[in-house]
């Protein structure tokens, strides 16, 4: 059955990717965005469909519409983009949530949120189950993006055991493909933008810091899954790939698939920037039969060819 679903934040990486999937299974689309770090390009491929529609607008100002499903993916996600303005980051995912869950309550749609496994912090827990309460540190430079969406959460939770809201929190870990920002800092693009470019390779840190790397396709694929599920399956809920990468061995692999002369250099490390990362997805296997198989090499093989034709 057609739906009609509005994405916010759809013209960013993610967003993007999930309007077309949409669109593809036969859906209406409303993608909503402000542009602050998605842009037109990413969704230019999709403005022929008569059923996508794109409309210029900030989450943390009300907005009304009816729809079936609501999608809130609006939110700079690279650390050096949610810290650029870091009161609008918590706006953004504060007001926004209270936004659309307003609008989800009235018109009555399910609505997905785009939590994050920063919900973690810097994780004494490994790899992480989504009972674990986190290592957040509320005052640091990440707390705009981390207890933005913490807040969110709670917000969600708390519109679910009020109003009866139909809820999916979603937390996402690192997630990787076409359609990155090459500038926005984040560490595959950076290092691919570099390798390319036979630049230095910059790790911050001694590189043994680590995270879990899930390719595009099939964090949407999660995505749209747990969406689908039976109702009473709010999560929040782990998706992402747990197979865990220092970034040091993402350094070495990106400099060898792209047979670059790049030589690695290392930076200081980014404050409370987290030393481990990898998602438990028990319950995203047993309640979605969802399992990432696409390696982290066969990703990056095609990430690269992508930033081949752009920088
Ligand atoms: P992105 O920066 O590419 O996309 C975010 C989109 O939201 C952009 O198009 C941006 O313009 C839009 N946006 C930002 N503030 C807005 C506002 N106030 N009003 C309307 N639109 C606004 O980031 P992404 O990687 O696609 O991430 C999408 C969502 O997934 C975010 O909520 C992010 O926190 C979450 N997430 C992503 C990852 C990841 O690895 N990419 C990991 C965890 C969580
Ligand atoms: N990182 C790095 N070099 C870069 C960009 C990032 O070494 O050019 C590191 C960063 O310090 C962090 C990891 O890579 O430990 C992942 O960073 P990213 O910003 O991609 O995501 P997040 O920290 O939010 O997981």
Redesign the pocket.
């Known amino acids: 059955m057609k739906k009609r679903i509005l994405v916010t934040g759809g013209a960013g990486f993610l967003g993007s990717h999930l309007c077309e999937r949409l669109l593809n299974n036969g859906n209406e689309v409303i993608c909503l965005d402000n542009y602050f770090t998605g842009q037109k390009q990413n969704i230019i491929h999709l403005m022929d469909n008569p059923y996508f529609e794109v409309i210029r607008h900030d989450v943390t100002m009300p907005f009304y519409i009816e729809v079936d499903e609501i999608y809130n993916l609006a939110c700079p996600a690279?650390?050096v983009q949610y810290q650029h303005n870091a009161i609008k980051t918590i706006k953004t995912s504060v007001m926004g949530s209270i936004n659309m869950l307003g609008l989800a309550k009235r018109i009555k749609a399910k609505i997905l949120q785009a939590s994050t496994s920063?919900v973690y912090g810097d994780p004494e827990i490994h790899p992480q189950k989504e009972e674990y309460w986190g290592n957040v540190n509320p005052i640091g430079t990440r707390s705009c993006y981390d207890e933005g969406k913490r807040c969110a959460e709670s917000l969600f939770f708390n519109y679910y055991r009020q109003n009866n809201v139909r809820i999916k929190v979603l937390r996402i870990f690192?997630t990787y493909g076409p359609r990155m920002d090459p500038n926005d800092?984040?560490?595959?693009s950076?290092?691919i933008v570099q390798a390319l470019k036979n630049e230095d390779i910059?790790?911050?840190?001694d590189g043994s810091?680590t995270?879990s790397f899930c390719y595009i396709d099939e964090m949407i694929d999660g995505m749209t899954r747990f969406m689908n599920s039976r109702e009473e399956l709010t999560g929040p809920m782990n998706v992402g790939n747990p197979v865990e990468f220092t970034?040091l061995e993402l350094a070495e692999t990106v400099i060898r698939l792209t047979g670059s002369k790049s030589k690695i250099i290392y930076k200081p490390?980014?404050s409370d920037?987290?030393m481990q990362?990898q998602p438990d997805i028990t319950m995203a296997k047993s309640e979605l039969g969802w399992e990432p198989k696409i390696a982290l090499e066969e990703g990056l093989k095609k990430t690269i060819k992508y930033f081949e034709n752009i920088v």
């Open positions: 690279s650390p920063e690192n800092g984040r560490v595959i950076n290092f910059s790790i911050y840190g810091q995270r970034i490390l980014p920037d987290p990362r």
